[in-house]
């Protein structure tokens, strides 16, 4: 009877575990022949499985990330899987505002078209400082995007109809913006959540902007998704995390589905500006839907990146 139980035990906790990690896939198929894609980060987890997914569809897919290792490797693999030669690197360091405007500089001159940029890389909860003495949650995760999509955004207008996807986390909720002190830097997982408010902030203003414009703007969050973002703590955290991310966590394919719906469907552009999560749009807390904060904040970040 105690074997019974413990199997009946099992195979309800198993059921439950799946149930909560389920997730919908990406069902469009359509092609991206002709079109240019950049993406941050899509040297591995959510950015490597989407830039897997566009060249599959034909898109030249061009990854941004400051390891070049790393980077050479994943377009080894990509263009091994998808069959599709046109798939390169640039050297990108979003914790460095001189890099940046660099990689733009060179981009600009290199390539002729961007079609879909996806601002996928980002940094977890820790407490850093950048190059330019920014935290180094919010200064990767949205002040390095912010300069990066405006150094390109003619580029983007030019191509349209175009798009900017900026992956984000649900995790935004738990706190909200001070703009006594955008630079907060004391609690890891707050100066984190901030930093993802940002993001949808900034997807928000972007859509504002460049409504008309031929240029579309997402925020998507892809969900608890089990990729390398422990490496950047203690042993200790990576054995523990790696427990909880294996009966938790959705593996970097299905993370990467909401991000691939974005770049593709056509149904999309009727929610230009929006929160997606699980293929579908979503729900954002009242206080992460004020215009008047998402302007302040474009504002304020372009003083700060020397856009002003």
Same mark, same amino acid.
């Given at each position: 009877?105690?074997?019974?139980?413990?199997?009946?035990?099992?195979?309800?906790?198993?059921?439950?575990?799946?149930?909560?990690?389920?997730?919908?896939?990406? *069902?469009?198929?359509?092609?991206?022949?002709?079109?240019?894609?950049?993406?941050?980060?899509?040297?591995?987890?959510?950015?490597? +499985?989407?830039?897997?997914?566009?060249?599959?569809?034909?898109?030249?897919?061009?990854?941004?990330?400051?390891?070049?290792?790393?980077?050479?490797?994943?377009?080894?693999?990509?263009?091994?899987?998808?069959?599709?030669?046109?798939?390169?690197?640039? !050297?990108?360091?979003?914790?460095?505002?001189?890099?940046?405007?660099?990689?733009?500089?060179?981009?600009?001159?290199? +390539?002729?078209?961007?079609?879909?940029?996806?601002?996928?890389?980002?940094?977890?909860?820790?407490?850093?400082?950048?190059?330019?003495?920014?935290?180094?949650?919010?200064?990767?995760?949205?002040?390095?995007?912010?300069?990066? *999509?405006?150094?390109?955004?003619?580029?983007?207008? +030019?191509?349209?109809?175009?798009?900017?996807?900026?992956?984000?986390?649900?995790?935004?909720?738990?706190?909200?913006?001070?703009?006594?002190?955008?630079?907060?830097?004391?609690?890891?997982? /707050?100066?984190?959540?901030?930093?993802?408010?940002?993001?949808?902030?900034?997807?928000?203003?972007?859509?504002?902007?460049?409504?008309?414009?031929?240029?579309?703007?997402?925020?998507?969050?892809?969900?608890?998704?089990?990729?390398?973002?422990?490496?950047? /703590?203690?042993?200790?955290?990576?054995?523990?995390?790696?427990?909880?991310? /294996?009966?938790? /966590?959705?593996?970097? !394919?299905?993370?990467?589905? *909401?991000?691939?719906?974005?770049?593709?469907?056509?149904?999309?552009?009727?929610?230009?500006?929006?929160?997606?999560?699980?293929?579908?749009?979503?729900?954002?807390?009242?206080?992460?839907?004020?215009?008047?904060?998402?302007?302040?904040?474009?504002?304020?970040?372009?003083?700060?990146?020397?856009?002003?």
């Amino acid at each position: 009877m105690y074997i019974l139980y413990t199997v009946i035990t099992s195979l309800v906790c198993f059921l439950i575990l799946k149930w909560m990690k389920r997730r919908r896939y990406c *069902t469009d198929v359509k092609r991206l022949d002709g079109k240019t894609v950049l993406i941050t980060g899509g040297n591995s987890g959510i950015g490597k +499985e989407t830039a897997m997914a566009l060249a599959i569809r034909g898109a030249r897919v061009i990854i941004a990330c400051r390891d070049v290792v790393k980077a050479q490797k994943a377009v080894r693999e990509i263009k091994a899987r998808s069959h599709n030669v046109n798939v390169l690197y640039m !050297e990108l360091d979003l914790a460095n505002m001189r890099s940046i405007r660099e990689f733009c500089t060179t981009f600009l001159q290199k +390539e002729k078209r961007l079609d879909i940029l996806i601002n996928n890389a980002g940094i977890p909860s820790v407490l850093d400082w950048t190059d330019d003495n920014f935290s180094m949650c919010f200064g990767v995760n949205h002040l390095g995007h912010f300069l990066l *999509t405006n150094l390109l955004l003619g580029r983007l207008k +030019e191509s349209a109809p175009s798009r900017v996807i900026t992956l984000t986390c649900d995790n935004y909720k738990y706190q909200k913006l001070d703009f006594q002190d955008l630079n907060y830097n004391l609690l890891p997982f /707050f100066t984190y959540c901030r930093s993802k408010l940002a993001n949808i902030y900034f997807i928000q203003e972007l859509a504002r902007m460049t409504d008309g414009k031929g240029v579309t703007a997402y925020a998507v969050h892809p969900g608890y998704v089990h990729s390398n973002w422990t490496c950047h /703590f203690s042993i200790l955290f990576r054995i523990v995390m790696q427990v909880i991310m /294996f009966m938790f /966590f959705v593996p970097c !394919e299905l993370g990467a589905q *909401t991000v691939i719906y974005c770049a593709v469907s056509d149904t999309v552009t009727d929610h230009n500006g929006g929160y997606f999560a699980d293929c579908r749009p979503g729900r954002l807390r009242p206080f992460a839907k004020d215009p008047g904060v998402a302007k302040k904040l474009w504002e304020a970040s372009e003083r700060l990146v020397k856009l002003a």
